[in-house]
C-alpha cells in the first residue's frame, strides 16, 4: 500500500509526460516554420513579379551549334544564341527574322526587374504549340515566347527576362516555367538589355506601366551563324 503512494512513482512520470508534450510541441513549432515561407510566397504570386531566384535543378537546355541572331537595336546591338531542342520555336522565330518582319518593331512593353518584350508585327503568323519540357527555365537573359492565356497560341512576340523569373506561380497553382517556352539567351549586349529596362516608361492604353516614354526600336533581326 505505501508503494502505491510513493510520490517518486509520481514523478518519474510526471517529467517524462511533461517531455514528451514539449517535444511534440516543438517539432510541431518547427514544422510550420519551415513550411510557412514557401506556402506564403507561392498564395502571395497574383502578378508578373518575380517571387524566387532560385531555378529547378534539371536537365541543362542545348544551345550545342544553336543559330545565332542579332538584334541591333537604337540602344545599341543584343545577339542570341537559339537553343536545338525547341525546334518548333526556333524555327518560327528564324522564319520571321529572314523575312525581315521584325525590322522597325520595338519593344513595346517594358517593366524593370521582369522583362522587355517586342516582336508586335502587322504579317499574320498562325500559331504554334508550345515546348515547355523539363528544362523551361526563364531565367536572366533568356528569350522565351510571348503569349494569351491560352496553351498553344504564341505567334510573333518574344519576351527577354531580365531577372529570374523561374520562381513565379500564379494563384491558380500554374507556373511561369510552365507557360513560357524559352528559346535562347542573350550571351552579348546584356548590358543593353538591362539599358531597355530602365528606360522611362507610362501607363499604356491597358492600364499598366509599361510603355516606354521614347520608342526602342529593333532596327534589324539577322542571322549571324
Known amino acids: 500500500m505505501a508503494n502505491k503512494k510513493t510520490p517518486k512513482k509520481k514523478s518519474n512520470r510526471q517529467p517524462l509526460i511533461i517531455g514528451i508534450v514539449v517535444l511534440i ?22 502578378n508578373l513579379t518575380p517571387t524566387s531566384t532560385t531555378s529547378p535543378t534539371t536537365t541543362a537546355a542545348s544551345y550545342t551549334n544553336g543559330t545565332k541572331v542579332l538584334f ?3 540602344m ?19 522564319n520571321i527574322v529572314q523575312k525581315g518582319w521584325y525590322d522597325g518593331t520595338t519593344f513595346h512593353r517594358i517593366i524593370a526587374g521582369f522583362m522587355i518584350q517586342g516582336g508586335a508585327i502587322n504579317q499574320t503568323v498562325q500559331p504554334i504549340k508550345d515546348e515547355i519540357g523539363t528544362n523551361n527555365h526563364n531565367t536572366k537573359y533568356t528569350i522565351a515566347m510571348a503569349k494569351t492565356s491560352s496553351p498553344n497560341s504564341a ?11 523561374s520562381g513565379i506561380t500564379y494563384q491558380d497553382g500554374s507556373t511561369f516555367d510552365g ?4 528559346f535562347g ?41
Do not use: H, W
Open 72 to 74: 541591333q537595336t537604337s
Open 179 to 182: 507557360t513560357y517556352t524559352v
Open 76 to 94: 545599341g546591338n543584343i545577339t542570341i544564341q537559339l537553343r536545338t531542342d525547341k525546334p518548333i520555336t526556333t524555327a518560327n522565330f528564324l
Open 25 to 46: 510541441i516543438i517539432v510541431i513549432a518547427a514544422y510550420a516554420v519551415i513550411r510557412s515561407p514557401g506556402s506564403q510566397t507561392a498564395n502571395q504570386s497574383t
Open 155 to 165: 505567334t510573333s512576340e518574344f519576351f527577354i527576362n531580365v531577372a529570374d523569373n
Open 185 to 225: 539567351t542573350v550571351i552579348s549586349g546584356q548590358n543593353v538589355v538591362d539599358a531597355i529596362a530602365n528606360v522611362p516608361v507610362t501607363t499604356n492604353s491597358m492600364g499598366e506601366n509599361s510603355q516606354p516614354i521614347q520608342p526602342v526600336t529593333l532596327i534589324k533581326a539577322s542571322i549571324t551563324s
